[in-house]
């Protein structure tokens, strides 16, 4: 365990480039290592979570290697993996783990996968209910945990299947299964997720087609497509660029920029609320890359109001209600979740780990199964009794969250563990110390 303490905070101000977009970091590994040809792969995330995609992908044949800042992967084709000698640890990362699910799940070979403590808590069921229709065996721990054994469908068949959770990762793990199925593959989602997958399989050559009816968004993936190696830029990553960002909005005097962020309208929900408490937030030079749209986006200090975050808004910030929460807690007024029981089953369970949080640095929430009040200060929260440490519960978002709390709050705010932070932030503490936040 690595103790990190955030003492209340002067102004923060500058322009940083945060790291890499984590879910178009796996993705470009695993699409680069089932085509053929050269990818290269500018701007990779080189956190714990992605290194692990890549030393997995390398044991399934794919060569992998980095020159300077520039990845390459020279991959094995759409259907080319061959059987790993060894167990594949994902680590932290349950997209990595289920985005392998999928790909494996449609070549016909056995392959084990594990994970650290967090992710082998984590419901597989999920992805396993599709891939099993599609013809893939699976045999995991009792609740349907890792570690696992996928038995990749020897002549998968194409399914269509509606999403009974809104999942971008189960969605992608079915999309990846349908690459080595002959036919059509279909997922239809009730309300849409992150469309990473689509956008990238597009960008290596692959028939992807997206109708949206009364029924929610159809996507469906033809089977066997000639996968070609690419350049792939990927953005700064939103999830990680809310972190100085709410810093900038909670401290008085404070105005940050941060460049190249990855707005892709499936990922930006968290700064739509941000706007509709009454930051001040500017997005500017807006462009695409690789297909992805992008911009950097200015935050300066200034009051907030509290807000309700319906359901609807759910996944298009998903990852972002940890340090939302933040910011509410500085509000004014009352701040509501909607429709939030996914966050019980990421890295942590995250309604649970922020409540505790939050409750420990002197602010009162409230909560059901599926939802979450907090009663902002109307400025800093009281923070922490001394002597009491944040429990972290090996989530990354977490961490870098309540060390936001602390740069805002009266007092400093300690959290138990901050040795995750490098899973998806690799840098967090010395990109904070650049604008002026000191972490001890
Ligand atoms: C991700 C999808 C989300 C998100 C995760 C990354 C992805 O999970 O929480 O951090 O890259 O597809 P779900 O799709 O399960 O909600």
Redo the contacts with the bound molecule.
């Keep these: 365990m690595t103790p990190l303490t955030a003492p209340p905070s002067g102004p923060l101000t500058g322009r940083l480039r945060v790291p890499g977009d ?2 178009i970091s ?1 993705r470009a590994l695993m699409l680069g290592a089932i085509s053929t040809g050269k990818t290269e792969i500018h701007g990779l995330l080189e956190g714990e979570d992605v290194i692990a995609t890549g030393r997995a992908l390398t044991m399934l044949g794919a060569d992998i290697s980095r020159s300077g800042a520039v990845w390459r992967v020279r991959g094995a084709g759409v259907g080319g993996l061959a059987a790993p000698e060894q167990v594949l640890d994902m680590g932290n990362s ?2 990595a783990a289920r985005l392998l699910m999928g790909v494996l799940a449609s070549h016909n070979f056995s392959s084990v996968i594990t994970g650290d403590a967090s992710l082998n808590r984590r419901p597989m069921g999920r992805v396993m209910t599709p891939l099993r229709q599609m013809g893939a065996d699976f045999d995991a721990r009792d609740g349907d945990r890792l570690p696992l054994t996928v038995r990749g469908a020897p002549l998968p068949v194409p399914i269509d299947y509606r999403l009974p959770v ?5 969605k ?1 793990a079915i999309l990846l299964a349908g690459l080595n199925t002959a036919g059509q593959t279909t997922v239809t989602e009730p309300s849409p ?2 469309d ?1 997958t689509e956008r990238m399989l597009r960008h290596f050559g692959a028939d992807v087609a997206v109708a949206d009816d009364a029924d929610g968004r159809h996507v469906t993936v033809t089977g066997y497509p000639e996968l070609t190696g690419q350049q792939v830029q990927v953005p700064s990553d939103p999830s990680s660029a809310a972190f100085p960002l709410v810093a900038a909005l909670l401290v008085p005097g404070s105005e940050v920029t941060v460049t190249g962020v990855g707005l892709n309208p499936l990922r930006a929900g968290l700064y739509d609320a941000l706007r509709e408490m009454g930051a001040d937030l500017s997005i500017e030079n807006q462009r695409d890359v690789a297909g992805e749209p992008i911009a950097d986006i200015t935050a300066k200090a200034g009051n907030l109001q509290g807000v309700t975050a319906q359901a609807v808004r759910a ?1 298009a910030m ?2 972002e209600y940890p340090i939302l929460a933040v910011a509410a807690a500085c509000a004014l007024g009352e701040t509501r979740f909607e429709g939030v029981g ?1 966050l019980r089953v ?1 890295e942590s369970d995250r309604l649970a780990a922020v409540e505790a949080g939050l409750r420990l640095c002197g602010v009162e929430t409230d909560s059901g199964e599926d939802w979450l009040t907090i009663q902002g200060c109307a400025g800093p929260p009281p923070g922490p009794a001394p002597g009491a440490a944040v429990a972290t519960h090996m989530d990354h978002r977490i961490a870098m969250s309540f060390l936001i709390l602390g740069m805002a709050a009266r007092q400093p705010v300690t959290i138990d563990d901050s040795a995750m932070i490098d899973t998806s932030f690799p840098g967090f503490a010395a990109q904070m110390a650049e604008i002026g936040a000191g972490l001890t």
Excluded: F, N
């Design positions: 984590k879910s796996h349950g997209t809104a999942s971008a990762q189960v992608s997720t992150r990473h996944p998903i990852d996914e990421k």
